[in-house]
């Protein structure tokens, strides 16, 4: 079962790199898709990137049970995308029409996707941004927000058998488990 773990800034190629790999690959593919809709610019955004995928495949809206989506979706023959991680979090950990979500919530949410990985089947890509690497946010919740999803980061690295970053369109490979 290879996954892989794409990194990179906004606007990076994250997206099209995990796209192409789908491509290439042969199989079936499934778009777990995270976003949601809020406000125009987000409708605009999700438009683009529906426009851009091939019209045959599937496509799974999972903005908050990412881990139930996987094992539901995840199965031998079949490639699955995972766009992205960062807005599954901001989902869970900063909603606009809800008080934001206790840690524990989160927490809880992370270790059930965490835990689901090593049983999946299939080939599966997460995107996610590398939101890390500027200076240190001003607010208590920007800087919770960067903490929580440079840790999952980190610690779906540990369990993905590769690891990708895309800077200007270009994969740089971090890690290769043969």
Avoid at 126 to 133: C, K
Wanted: with cysteine.
């Amino acid at each position: 079962m290879p996954v892989e773990l794409v990194l990179g800034g906004a606007r990076s190629g994250k997206s099209a790199y995990a796209e192409r790999q789908a491509i290439e690959s042969g199989r079936a593919v499934t778009m777990i898709v995270t976003a949601r809709s809020l406000d125009d610019e987000m409708a605009a955004r999700i438009a683009h990137h529906r426009a851009q995928r091939p019209a045959h495949w599937r496509t799974v809206e999972a903005p908050f049970d990412l881990a139930g989506a996987l094992r539901a979706e995840a199965e031998d023959g079949r490639f699955l995308i995972v766009d992205c991680l960062t807005l599954w979090a901001t989902n869970l950990l900063c909603p606009p029409e809800l008080p934001p979500t206790q840690l524990s919530d989160w927490a809880a949410s992370r270790d059930d996707l965490l835990d689901a990985v090593p049983g999946l089947h299939g080939q599966i890509v997460f995107v996610s941004n590398e939101i890390g690497w500027g200076v240190v946010p001003l607010g208590e919740a920007t800087r919770r927000f960067v903490d929580e999803v440079g840790r999952l980061n980190q610690a779906l690295a540990q369990r993905c058998d590769r690891v990708t970053l895309v800077a200007a369109g270009l994969p740089l490979r971090l890690k290769d488990r043969p």
